[in-house]
Structure formats: structure tokens, C-alpha cells
């Protein structure tokens, strides 16, 4: 049993891992949401759990196989996801959002079904709170990781987010790139840290970069 070995590196550790693209309602048979598969996210609760993690996976997507001893919950909206991850910050050690967190949200969603009568039809949109710029606020000892999914000015985006949000890494992906992002088995990305050059990781496999994201972690928490 990986969680039994006191001699992995993440023993004892809680890590939390939000995986997917939130879903917004707009009435009851209908959301917005983004492309995110969730395959990052999976990758990295797979990693952090064989470094000997107890990991828990925040997760909106069902159609992805959970790793074995991994706790999994599943959230569809941005505002249950922050529900889930308040829940559980005090008493983690590292956060990683991993997931495509929609950035608004139906101003009022409908409780009955939207009929279409009008030829035009407006929606509403209201901004949903940034999680990670709010556990960057409440953050005492845990490893706040994030990521950024840019398509243009990458390293300049990602290096805002990292100081605006207060994290300990972003994970800068450029999801433009054939060989990056949303729905690949592939990645390309690069990891930001605070007073630190940028450290790019050559294309691999998610599960490879997952390892690489969460070896850096460990040497940044043990510095
Ligand atoms: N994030 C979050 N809550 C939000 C939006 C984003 O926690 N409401 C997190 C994402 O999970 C990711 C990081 O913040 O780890 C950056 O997300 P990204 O969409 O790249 O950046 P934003 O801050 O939302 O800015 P923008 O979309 O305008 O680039
Ligand atoms: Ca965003």
C-alpha cells in the first residue's frame, strides 16, 4: 500500500486536486462550460498519490477511470467546487487547481426550461469568484499550485497570475500549441515560481508532466 510507505516524500499528506471544467446552469436541462477533459488533473491526484499523498480529487467530470485509493468528489458548478476545496483547506497540504473554472456564471438561472419564443435571446452572465486567488489569501502552510491556459503572451500572463493570486507555482500552458492542452493525452508546458527562471518541460505524456510538476513542488516545499 502506497500510503503506508512513511518513506515517499507526500506521506501524510492531504492533496487536493480539482479536475474538469466547471458547468454553469442556465435552466434545468441546460450549462455552459469550457473544453477541459479533466486528463491533468487525473494525472496529477495519480502522481501526488503514488509520492504517497491521501488525495482527494474535486472533480466535474464522471467519465474518467479514478485512480484506486483516491477519495473523489464530484462538483459540477465553480460554486461547488469552492464549497468542496473550503471544506478541506484547512488541514492540506498542497492544492493543485487543475481545473477550467468558468469565469462566469447565468446571472439568474431559469428554475423552469427556457422556451424558445423571443428570435434573440440574451444571457446574463455574473462573475464567479476566483478560488485560487481566495485560498492565496487564506494560505498558511499549504503548496498552492495553479495553472494558466493562455493562447497568447504566455509567460507574461502565467507571471501575473502567479503574483496576483499569491501561489507557490503556476503551470503555464499555452493551449494553442499542437502538442498542449485541452483533451490531449500530451503536454507542453511551463513552471513558474516565485524568484525563480521559468522552467519549461520538454512535451511528454500528462502523467509524465504530472510527476515533474509534483517533483518541483516537493523541492520547492522542502527549500
Ligand atoms: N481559477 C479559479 N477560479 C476562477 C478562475 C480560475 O480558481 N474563477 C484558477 C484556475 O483553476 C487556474 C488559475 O486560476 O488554476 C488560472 O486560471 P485562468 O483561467 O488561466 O486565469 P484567470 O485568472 O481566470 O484569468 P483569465 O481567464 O482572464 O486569463
Ligand atoms: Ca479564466
Known amino acids: 500500500l502506497i500510503a503506508a510507505d512513511t518513506t515517499l516524500p507526500l506521506h501524510g499528506q492531504q492533496v487536493l486536486v480539482t479536475a474538469g471544467g466547471t458547468r454553469e446552469r442556465l435552466d434545468p ?26 488525495v482527494t480529487l474535486i472533480s466535474t467530470v464522471s467519465q474518467l477511470p479514478v485512480p484506486a485509493g483516491i477519495t473523489v468528489i464530484h462538483v459540477d458548478s465553480a460554486a461547488a467546487m469552492r464549497n468542496a476545496l473550503l ?40 462573475k464567479n469568484p476566483d478560488i485560487l ?15 494558466a491556459a493562455e493562447t497568447q503572451h504566455l509567460l507574461a500572463y502565467a ?20 502538442h498542449a492542452g485541452f483533451n490531449r493525452d500530451t503536454n507542453e508546458v511551463t513552471v513558474l515560481q516565485p524568484n525563480q527562471a521559468p522552467q519549461p518541460l520538454k512535451v511528454a505524456h500528462k ?14 516545499q522542502t527549500d
Open 29 to 54: 436541462v441546460r450549462y455552459l462550460t469550457n473544453d477541459s477533459s479533466g486528463k491533468m488533473g487525473y494525472a496529477l491526484a495519480l502522481a501526488a498519490r503514488n509520492l504517497g499523498a491521501q
Open 87 to 126: 471544506k478541506r483547506f484547512a488541514t492540506a497540504a498542497m492544492v493543485i487547481m487543475a481545473a477550467a473554472v468558468a469565469d462566469f456564471r447565468p446571472a439568474a438561472p431559469a428554475t423552469n426550461k427556457i422556451k424558445k419564443t423571443a428570435t434573440t435571446y440574451t444571457l446574463e452572465l455574473t
Open 133 to 147: 486567488a481566495e485560498l492565496g489569501q487564506r494560505k498558511q502552510h499549504q503548496f498552492l499550485i495553479g495553472f
Open 207 to 220: 502523467t509524465k508532466i504530472a510527476q515533474q510538476i509534483l517533483q518541483l513542488a516537493i523541492a520547492a
Open 159 to 178: 507571471q501575473r497570475k502567479l503574483a496576483q493570486k499569491q501561489v507557490d507555482m503556476i503551470v503555464a500552458n499555452d493551449v494553442s500549441s499542437p
